[in-house]
């Protein structure tokens, strides 16, 4: 498949992991701009608390490429089937792969097994075994043929619309699914870019440094096919790494969140155009926060955190007042279009939805993997 090249790029000078730093970042984005919007007057990054008008006026007041536009994915109006999607490790008796399960019937979707990133209607199956993703229909709930990953491809995909993107040597790459044409942007002074995330416009992408170990750099770009408006969003030392990185955010905003151990271990970070603010919040000082995923509509994030047992603890954010309220122990999670979140470990399956838990059909699978896609009606 064809790779399409990239001429015109933005390329950020990295000058220290100070706040001078961040200043030389902001002051790129109000040349840009006309204004450093969120910043203050000593270029300290500005703290973010839940869905930010700021940011998002920072981005709209961004100028994008005509000829290659932010194409805008509308929520589904209508209702939704419950339906999930749950990876089974286990191969013995020959039911290794992935699965559909509504309430009442089952079917394996490929033998392909894999992790999964969803945006509103949109899902990508990444394998776990081969350089490849693979295209969900929650129509049929079925997958296409797979697709080869560029060969320096690194880290989660993620999807949005009709763009699947990942993370790179240096760079980041698109894959447009109508063409099948895989592009490529380069993050000039950026090492592997292993987390990508998208949102109403950006792109987000948590890189580690190429000089320093225990660095992690995170960037922003357009979320189109080219990439293109590639700014730094700051710096988090120490970092995460990428086997312990995570970073997720709403389809209809421009804040995203990512796993934070700095100053202490159960920090959620925020990032936005031009600033990133390293503790948000904090949920424990003892143990990290393993992933999390943001709710349909920004409101709530949903944050599995590390425990002396072998589960993660699931638990629930109220971004706006940063209210936490503990669920229960679970080995995977996922939320739904339908502004829900589904969640499981051997024994149970429920759904959770406006503050209530309901029970649903177990099927094969999960481990730390399960998606939800559900099926619009």
């Not at 200043?23 to 984005?29: D, E, G, K, P």
């Not at 081969?130 to 969900?136: K, M, N, P, R, W």
Request: net charge negative; proline share 5%; hydrophobic share 35%.
């Amino acid at each position: 498949m064809p790779l399409g090249d990239i001429s015109e790029r933005f390329n950020p000078r990295f000058v220290s992991r100070t706040k001078s730093w961040v200043v030389l970042a902001l002051s790129l984005v109000a040349a840009a701009c006309g204004s450093s919007s969120g910043a203050s007057a000593d270029g300290s990054v500005v703290e973010d608390a839940g869905q930010s008008p700021d940011a998002e006026v920072q981005a709209d007041a961004r100028m994008q490429d005509p000829s290659d536009p932010v194409e805008l994915v509308p929520a589904h109006i209508g209702g939704y089937t419950f339906g999930k999607l749950t990876t089974e490790d286990f191969t013995a008796g020959n039911s290794g792969g992935t699965w559909f399960n509504d309430n009442a019937t089952e079917h394996r979707v490929t033998t392909t097994r894999v992790h999964y990133a969803r945006y509103r209607d949109n899902m990508v199956l990444q394998s776990k075994t081969d350089s490849a993703i693979l295209i969900y229909d929650q129509a049929t709930t079925t997958v296409g043929a797979p697709v080869a990953l560029p060969s320096d491809a690194v880290g989660r995909a993620t999807i949005r619309g009709g763009l699947v993107y990942i993370g790179g040597l240096a760079k980041l790459y698109s894959y447009e699914i109508e063409t099948e044409m895989w592009r490529s942007q380069d993050l000039e002074g950026a090492g592997t870019c292993h987390h990508v995330a998208a949102g109403k416009t950006r792109l987000f992408a948590v890189c580690a440094s190429p000089t320093e170990a225990k660095v992690d750099m995170v960037f922003s770009t357009w979320a189109n096919k080219t990439m293109s408006d590639v700014v730094p969003s700051g710096i988090v030392s120490p970092g995460r790494g990428a086997e312990a990185s995570w970073i997720t955010i709403a389809p209809d905003d421009d804040v995203a969140y990512f796993g934070s151990i700095t100053p202490e271990l159960g920090c959620v970070g925020s990032a936005t155009l031009g600033s990133v603010d390293s503790c948000a919040f904090s949920l424990s000082e003892n143990y990290s926060n393993t992933s999390a995923q943001v709710s349909e509509d920004g409101a709530t994030l949903y944050v599995a955190t590390g425990t002396s047992d072998p589960e993660d603890y699931l638990r629930e954010v109220t971004l706006a007042t940063k209210a936490v309220q503990a669920i229960r122990p679970v080995e995977s999670y996922a939320t739904c279009p339908d502004n829900s979140v589904v969640f499981q470990d051997g024994t149970i399956s429920q759904r959770r939805a406006g503050g209530v838990t309901t029970d649903v059909r177990l099927g094969f699978g999960g481990g730390p993997d399960i998606g939800c896609p559900l099926k619009p009606l």
